[in-house]
């Protein structure tokens, strides 16, 4: 008994293609003078397992942007649908990375990338396997007792990373997880991102302020203007996968990072 | 004689810096003692003015063997306790709410600054004559000189926390008992520590000034006892007492630090210092 059978199949077909729609997306941040107006009705969609990467200046609320689809922040105006539902308020199967590495400084790299599974009273052994298993794919067997103090800004940020894929959520948020590090091991620390997410594929929006990093990672890549952000560019990186370091080097790629960089202005 | 690299480096440490600190603590000691002797002795004070370390040491002698001193100091340490242990969880549980809610610290702050510009031994009277010359009057002031460092620190380590802290357990969902038990009690333990170092020490005074003016148990009415007869060797003795209380509670919240915050990068050891 369909009434509407045509707009039902839409949906359907829409929820199939992406995972994450973002609608005219506003965020006005209350200030003595009307507001500090952070994003001005930004729209774009994400297809499951699609990693993208928002690219801008500095203030054209990229921050603001993730924590709203995190759901640590609401817009003030405009909608974030995620499988089909509207976001409101934070949802486990987010992981989210921050800047700074954002550890307990308290607990060990193990206990670190544990928290979210206690917090989901994942049963101790079960969240333990779970947890070695990342310490492993995040490269840093042996340091499982290690405390944050005595870890590199590289290695710290791998723990972060761990944290934010050990529950296993369909999207990943990263927001500018690397911008603390220095040039050689934030690329390094961009190549070992593409490993990990080949290994455990999901949704991901990330971002950064590097040209290079956004094209060495993403599908698409979505240039936001200076505040109030909007969408300037959808751009898609027509780039094979799996890559490797060596595209950095490659004609194509040099030829999108011009167009990029005009296109933030 | 197997030794791993942890015990071989333990015990390097107990022979580079732990075993000189107790010998020179000791050495210390006896010169203290050694000039006190000296001065008391060059100065030919009467006892009732300044004591030899022999006659306080005969005193303390007799006061342990007729009870008394065993028997002041236990009704004192119940006070110290109790006092400590009701000041602290309020105090923690009033810095909660105030680290929590804005509103709440601009309504109420006002009043905890106030009432710690009074001084305690200006309403201790008040508080005997209200609440009786008993034991719970000496845990009340007890536990009112604990609660303001123990509350500022709660506030202040609860602040601490960094936001994105905050953020992450938010973003995962924790619920509020969570967050206290796996970011907050974690997070502020430090400066809350530092805390309950004062008060711990504070509450000592607290107790006695509580003695002093309205008792007829304790260290304190030991010491007024002791200056109505002008048994100043009784005075010394009690208030040797206290201060070994007040150093061994002391001890106990350093060894509570070493054990809950070595996590922490490691400190040089040193008391003051942390």
Known sequence: MNFYPDIVNKVEQKSEESVLQIKELSAVFPNGNGGLQALDKVSFSVSPQEFICVLGPSGSGKSTLLRILAGLLNPTDGKVIYQGADICGPRRDIGFVFQKANLMPWRTVLQNILLPLELENIPALEADRLAREMVKLVGLCGFEDTLPRDLSGGMAQRVAIGRALVHDPHLLLLDEPFGALDALTRERMGTELLRIWQVRRKTVVMVTHSISEALFLADRVLVLTPRPGSVRLDFSVDLHRPRNDEIRYTREFNDMTRVLRNAIG | ?274
């Open chain 2, 1 to 274: 004689m197997n030794f791993n690299d942890k015990q071989k480096h333990s015990f390097q440490k107990m022979h580079n810096s732990y075993m000189p600190t107790v010998i020179l603590a000791v050495i210390f000691l006896t010169i203290t003692g050694f000039l006190w002797w000296l001065i008391s002795r060059l100065g030919n004070y009467p006892s009732f003015i300044l004591p030899s370390p022999l006659d306080v040491w005969n005193r303390f002698v007799v006061s342990i063997n007729d009870g008394s001193l065993i028997r002041h100091s236990l009704v004192t340490l119940k006070e110290i306790m109790a006092g400590l242990a009701f000041g602290v969880s309020v105090a923690t549980a009033l810095g909660y709410a105030l680290a929590k809610s804005r509103t709440f610290e601009k309504l109420v702050s006002p009043y905890i600054v106030a009432s710690q510009s009074v001084p305690i031994v200006a309403i201790a009277p008040i508080l005997i004559i209200w609440f009786g010359s008993g034991i719970s009057s000496k845990i009340l002031i007890c536990s009112l000189i604990v609660f303001f460092p123990v509350l500022v620190n709660t506030v202040v380590g609860l602040r601490s926390i960094p936001n994105e802290l905050q953020d992450l357990m938010r973003s995962l969902k924790a619920s509020r008992w969570q967050t206290i038990f796996k970011l907050e009690i974690p997070g502020a333990l430090p400066v809350f520590l530092g805390g309950l170092r004062v008060g711990a020490t504070l509450s000592v005074i607290g107790a006695v000034v509580g003695e002093f003016v309205g008792s007829d148990k304790g260290l304190g009415f030991m010491i007024n006892l002791g200056r109505g007869q002008y048994d100043t060797a009784l005075v010394f003795v009690s208030v040797f007492t206290l201060i070994i209380m007040a150093m061994s509670l002391y001890g106990i919240v350093i060894l509570l630090e070493k054990r809950l915050l070595s996590w922490q990068q490691s400190s040089n050891d040193t008391i003051l210092e942390h």
